[in-house]
């Protein structure tokens, strides 16, 4: 009914900048929230940032002040702009939404994209 598609990813050195992308498509009534998750070998996955239909945004700790997340709200793509990539952020990014789908009695739920690798070298 709805799929996120992912681009964007690759190697690159510390230091450097990387651009995600992420578009939804399919029985989309609404929004709620775009964002990216991340899960790095042996570790859980965690909330990178988060981009609600309000426009606020959340991001952990460690990427705050790196890391842009932005929303076209028109073409229903968030974007993850990583700067000043560090090897600690090597690990594979999932796009993740909140979406309300349209059906007879429109539900929420979520959805995930396929993972994009992303590795920074030290």
């Known amino acids: 009914q709805v799929q996120l598609v992912e681009s964007g990813g690759g190697l690159v050195q510390a230091g450097g900048s990387l651009r995600l992308s992420c578009a939804a498509s399919g029985r989309i009534f609404s929004i709620n929230a775009m964002g990216w998750y991340r899960e790095a070998p042996g570790k859980q996955r965690e909330l990178v940032a988060a981009t609600r239909s309000s426009g606020s945004t959340t991001y952990v700790d460690s990427v705050k002040g790196r890391f842009t997340s932005s929303r076209d709200n028109a073409k229903n793509t968030v974007f993850l702009q990583m700067n000043n990539l560090k090897p600690e952020d090597t690990a594979v990014y999932y796009c993740?939404?909140?979406?309300?789908?349209?059906?007879?009695?429109?539900?929420?739920?979520?959805?995930w994209g396929q993972g994009t690798q992303v590795t920074v070298s030290s």
């Open positions: 993740h939404a909140l979406i309300v789908v349209a059906t007879t009695t429109p539900y929420e739920a979520q959805f």
